[in-house]
């Protein structure tokens, strides 16, 4: 091949050098040029052969990283081409064009135009290529790893001018190292360190980028494998030379400090996306906060609103943060045992304090859906795809899919989930790690810690993302039984650590919640908790395609439309899966979305258009402890993850297209599967107002300390706006009846409200319609035995639909007329 000129034409191009399939970045740390010339002459042969295995072909190119003197036989991009040796010099190679030096080792990275980029220094480039397969190996067996690197002791050089090593690798110098061309690029563009110390720089650029880095076993090459003298400097053997300056030395905490402070404008951007795509569900709220109310959320929201507002009542009167008795006179709450999402309720207590408590349920909502898309786009970034913006629309279907839409009218614990992908990547990197050392000790803790934290955000979403790992752990050992072989080890060992740091946290709570006052065995949720195989395929009634009316016929409730993908995204994830199936992560991934949708049929699976129903899968699963309690429904909430990580990968793949035409089409096809499911703005109603009985205070005259006001109708899971009463009023009052979990007669089922009473279902169903029945005796009696059991002090019914039905039924039942107060019929019950 003949060499070109040597000088490059920026206009032209000519002179430039061709993308080529490996890079070779040859550091000689300041070694003269002639006492390279053997190794140069011997990686040349050895790349010719190596490159003669290529399937398809390809060439390579090799890039002297020479301070001083050029390679012999080089190109320079300054100088023209040195003219080829002399016969008498056979060591020295001839002229080669794909043989360049460069003044820096960065700048020979940023020269480099290989899809793939080998760093090596001199020690190890005497043995030749060795150990380059298993590095190729490394990357080929996982799309998602940016490089490949022998792990070697840190140099001496690095550790004593304190560079800071990276957590979790034994090596901190790029001795032998395989990266993916365009990540190394970019690794060592970002980079501003010289010397030893850009090693260390460029992997923690990596580790901060989410780019996974895989390291494999390898020692330092000792005497008996370092190059002669002939390919080393000499500074005795050249006097008219100096060593080369050692590089500057940075601060020991510089380069942490600098990784720690530097902004990543591209996540930013990402993070402050999801931020608007929730503030623009939740603008309805936020433009309203004292007026509004989430019309999809049934009684939720008043429920949810409670929670805070009794969190930050116990935490600020040192009173027990797991029990309340301001509900459910006289028997009180098992508040772990509800969905308080202690978590967040706590450290928001000086939100709660300035704001309210509806400010803490929205800014929970808005805030903390985007932090679980973003976490989403987080491991998704990682992991899987280089694409910043795939990685970002994964996140978004994972976070804001039709389910968490549903469940964002009041559901918090379910839609903020910003620990789950994080708990996963743990989990992962135990699967990664050796099977020792201090790596899996530390992910063991930080897991345990994290699934310790989840347990006070949401224990139901935590139970079923275990259930959803479960899965695909199953499922990857069918696809890929050598890489579970050598995972399990590690991972038991993590897990066993993560046990024993997050039990102690959790132990008195989770006791408290299932032996602890007003504890309960399991939930009844009804005969229909489980989805229809229809709603698998339809909209949302929240999606942009979405039809209300059929929504609800196929659903619980509104908040609880846990399904609803519609058939064009479900198709795209089946093409995506065929079109990719070779990749053990989509087949696991398939057989993980097709199991969860399955599950979440439930116990009976009716047949669409049929009399016929057939048993399900989770008959057997609904007799496991814990599980008796799970709405088998939001089991498909799992597939949204699994949605959204194909979303990533096929985006990540269309991007990568050399083809604009196939560009082009790609995003049509995902923006036309996603159009239908776009999230609309959340409805809102206009909320009830307090009435001025109890924001004036005019309660305290007819509730004394102990008693409870008993508000008609009782709140329960129908009608709870007596709750953002007590929360009005500083709970001041406790209150009979509520909306919260419990347990009802001797077997401690768990339901939703209080234990119904003759006098609370007599008020409910004047209330809603039924005519009031002729009061006697009888009634008047266990008027009083319930009013008793309640310990009231006061009966009060605000101005609503029926008022006047209910203040007579009351009057005839207490045998008095109320006294009007403000805007409320108001009986003094208690003792006098």
């Known amino acids: 091949m003949s060499a070109p000129s040597g000088r490059l034409d920026a206009r032209t191009g000519a002179g430039w050098p061709q993308p080529v399939r490996l890079s070779v970045v040859l550091r000689t740390h300041g070694a003269p040029a002639d006492r390279t010339a053997p190794l140069l002459a011997r990686l040349r042969a050895d790349l010719d052969a190596y490159a003669a295995t290529w399937p398809g072909g390809g060439d390579w190119e090799l890039l002297v990283v020479a ?55 001199t020690a190890h480039a005497a043995d030749g290529l060795a150990g380059l397969d298993a590095l190729g190996s490394a990357l080929d067996d996982a799309p998602d790893t940016t490089a490949a690197l022998l792990g070697h002791h840190r140099g001496r050089l690095a550790r004593a001018l304190g560079v800071p090593g990276l957590p979790g690798f034994r090596a901190d110098t790029l001795a032998f190292a395989l990266f993916d061309g365009g990540r ?118 008043n429920q949810w609103e409670w929670f805070v507002g009794v969190t930050t009542d116990n935490i600020t009167h040192l009173r027990n943060p797991l029990f309340t008795d301001t509900q459910g006179m006289p028997d009180g709450v098992n508040l772990m045992a509800n969905a308080t999402m202690l978590g967040l309720t706590v450290p928001l207590i000086p939100v709660t304090l300035a704001f309210g408590a509806t400010v803490t349920f929205v800014l929970v909502l808005t805030l903390g859906m985007a932090a679980s898309g973003w976490t989403w786009y987080w491991l998704i970034r990682r992991r899987l795809v280089r694409s910043r913006w795939a990685a970002a629309a994964g996140g978004a279907l994972a976070a804001f899919a039709p389910p968490m839409i549903s469940h964002a009218n009041g559901h918090p614990n379910f839609v903020v989930l910003f620990m789950i992908p994080l708990i996963i990547d743990r989990t992962l990197r135990l699967c990664d790690a050796p099977n020792g050392g201090r790596g899996v000790v530390r992910d063991g803790v930080l897991l345990g810690l994290f699934a310790a934290y989840q347990i006070f955000i949401g224990e139901e979403p935590l139970l079923i993302t275990a259930l959803g790992l479960l899965v695909f752990a199953l499922a990857f050992v069918v696809v890929d039984r050598d890489r579970v072989r050598a995972a399990w080890r590690p991972l038991g060992r993590g897990v066993a650590v993560a046990l024993a740091v997050c039990l102690p946290l959790v132990i008195y709570p989770l006791y408290w919640q299932f032996s602890g006052p007003q504890s309960y065995h399991s939930v009844l949720h009804g005969d229909n908790a489980g989805n229809s195989p229809r709603a698998l395929i339809e909209y949302a009634g929240r999606s942009l395609f979405g039809d209300a009316e059929t929504a609800g016929k196929l659903s619980m409730n509104t908040t609880e439309q846990n399904a609803f993908y519609g058939w064009p995204l479900l198709a795209f994830g089946a093409i995506v899966c065929v079109w990719m199936w070779r990749s053990r992560l989509v087949r696991a991934l398939a057989v993980t979305g097709v199991v969860a949708a399955v599950l979440s049929l439930g116990p009976l699976v009716p047949i669409p258009l049929t009399d016929l129903t057939l048993p399900g899968p989770w008959r057997w699963i609904i007799k496991l402890p814990l599980f008796e309690s799970v709405i088998e429904g939001r089991v498909a909430m799992v597939c949204a993850p699994v949605l959204g990580i194909l979303l990533a990968l096929a985006l990540d793949r269309i991007a990568a297209s050399p083809s604009r ?156 007329p109320p006294t009007k107060v403000a805007d409320a019929w108001v009986w003094r019950v208690g003792p006098k």
Request: some cysteine.
């Open 661 to 816: 035409e196939h560009r082009t089409l790609g995003l049509l096809a995902v923006a036309a599967v996603l159009l239908p499911v776009l999230p609309l703005p959340l409805a809102v109603r206009d909320r009830a107002p307090v009435p001025v009985f109890i924001t004036s205070g005019a309660w305290k005259q007819y509730v004394k300390d102990g008693e409870s006001l008993v508000a008609v109708p009782l709140p329960d899971p129908g009608m709870a706006d007596a709750l953002r009463w007590q929360v009005e009023a500083d709970f001041g009052f406790k209150l009979a009846g509520g909306y919260y979990n419990g347990p009802w007669g001797p077997d401690r089922i768990g339901i939703y409200g209080a234990p119904p009473r003759h006098l609370s279902n007599l008020l409910r169903d004047v209330r809603y319609g039924t005519e009031p029945p002729v009061v006697g005796p009888e009634w008047q009696a266990q008027a009083r035995r319930d009013l008793a059991h309640w310990k009231a002090g006061a009966v009060v019914v605000p101005e609503q639909d029926r008022s006047a039905e209910l203040v007579r039924t009351l009057t005839d039942l207490l045998g008095a």
């Open 184 to 301: 190394a690029r970019a690794a060592f563009a970002a980079s501003t360190l010289h010397g030893p110390a850009i090693d260390a720089e460029v992997l923690r650029h990596c580790r901060g980028q989410g780019w996974e880095t895989a390291e494999l076993p390898g020692a330092r090459p000792d005497a008996n494998t370092r190059p002669d003298a002939s390919t080393r400097p000499d500074v005795n053997t050249r006097p008219d030379r100096r060593p080369p300056a050692p590089a500057p030395r940075p601060h020991p905490f510089g380069l942490r400090v600098r990784e720690l402070f530097r902004l990543n404008a591209g996540g930013l951007a990402v993070a402050a996306f999801f931020v608007a795509l929730s503030f623009l569900l939740f603008h309805g709220l936020w433009l309203d906060l004292d007026g509004a109310y989430l019309r999809d959320a049934l009684q939720d929201q």
């Open 67 to 121: 301070p001083e003197d050029p390679a012999p036989g080089a190109v320079t991009a300054d100088a023209p081409a040195a003219p080829a040796p002399a016969p008498a010099a056979p060591a020295t190679p001839p002229t080669d064009s794909r043989i360049r030096t460069v003044r820096t080792l960065r700048a020979a990275v940023g020269a480099s135009t290989g899809r793939r980029v080998l760093l090596v220094d």
